[in-house]
């Protein structure tokens, strides 16, 4: 969201010299974080997922009409249900497919997690929009001391780890309540992965780090920060309409210098190239004169290919920023 950034810190610098209220309250409203919504059928963990995303930081709503981002929580296998509301919904609500439960994926080469990357490359291969694997129960979670010293027990003395009811019920020097209580929060997966961190030295801190690392929580943020990517360039050209429209009918000198300006410019020319990146092109970020020609005559002559709307204008606006910023460098 660098583009965003830019242009937001920028109109805000603008709206507290200008004073003028509408200036000031579309700039507030375009700090509005984007909004996700959580959906998908009962028993994949759409909960889970909510929950780790919010504690990432990212706004999660309820209602999924009001939202800007749908993640569609699917686990295991894509649902014919479930498929059918993604061509419903993905046309007119930008959208990603989160493959929660991975470690449940299968046991096949290179462990669940990679075999769970390897399904959800093939759903994405079925339905055209992004697909990533979590274990959304990991992605938050805490241990305290008693926990972290039952792995240790763990970690000397194996427990029979074949079945969820093994865990529980099989003999053991360690109490059935906190093998329970160990089970509840992070499962077997989550159990196997802390008994190698803690067997290898690591300490509450670390443990909780890998379990975050496994919980592929990150690549879901990477993923849904591309996939609001054109969400986000939609609404600050959206911003840019209204304040022209502002600034035709109020004769606004200022504001028109503004809008035409360098820095509004250079950052309409980075959101566009979120956008590009997250579509798989790759664009030259040198920032000497050379790549700035470079990058305005390649997306010069891309928007006057076949392309679709978005990213005809994604490519005039990288053209005129990278136009810009080589005429600052000369």
């Not at 009409?65 to 699917?74: E, K, M, N, S, W």
């Not at 579509?279 to 002559?301: E, T």
Request: glycine share 6%; proline share 3%; with cysteine.
């Amino acid at each position: 969201d660098r583009g965003q950034q830019i242009f937001n810190d920028a109109l805000a610098e603008f709206a507290a010299q200008a004073r003028n209220p509408a200036v000031t309250a579309l700039e507030a409203r375009l700090r509005t974080p984007v909004r996700v919504a959580v959906v998908g059928r009962c028993g994949v963990g759409r909960g889970a997922v909510a929950a780790a995303l919010t504690g990432a930081g990212v706004t999660v709503v309820a209602d999924a009409g009001c939202a800007d981002i749908q993640v569609h929580v699917v686990a295991e296998a894509l649902k014919p249900e479930a498929r059918a509301a993604l061509r419903a919904v993905s046309a007119s609500v930008a959208t990603l497919v989160v493959l929660n439960k991975a470690d449940l994926t299968g046991a096949d080469r290179g462990g669940p997690l990679r075999c769970a990357e390897r399904r959800a490359a093939e759903i994405a291969s079925t339905v055209g929009l992004r697909v990533v694997p979590m274990v959304a129960h990991l992605a938050d979670a805490h241990l305290d001391d008693d926990e972290v010293a039952a792995l240790g027990v763990l970690a000397v003395t194996p427990v029979d780890m074949t079945s969820t009811d093994a865990i529980v019920r099989s003999h053991h020097p360690l109490p059935a309540d906190l093998r329970a209580r160990l089970l509840e929060k992070l499962d077997r997966f989550g159990i196997a992965q802390s008994i190698l961190a803690v067997a290898d030295g690591q300490a509450a801190p670390a443990v909780v780090r890998q379990l975050r690392a496994c919980s592929r929580i990150d690549q879901v943020l990477e993923c849904l920060d591309a996939v609001a990517a054109p969400v986000r360039y939609r609404r600050l050209h959206g911003a840019l309409r209204e304040l022209r429209t502002l600034a035709a009918q109020s004769g606004d000198d200022e504001l028109d210098v503004f809008l035409n300006g360098d820095e509004v410019v250079i950052a309409v020319m980075a959101a566009a190239v979120d956008v590009v990146q997250a579509s798989g092109l790759d664009v030259d970020r040198g920032d000497d004169a050379d790549a700035h020609a470079r990058r305005a005559v390649r997306f010069h002559a891309y928007a006057r290919g076949p392309v679709e709307a978005m990213h005809h204008r994604c490519a005039t606006d990288i053209a005129r920023g990278s136009l810009r910023l080589l005429g600052r460098a000369r």
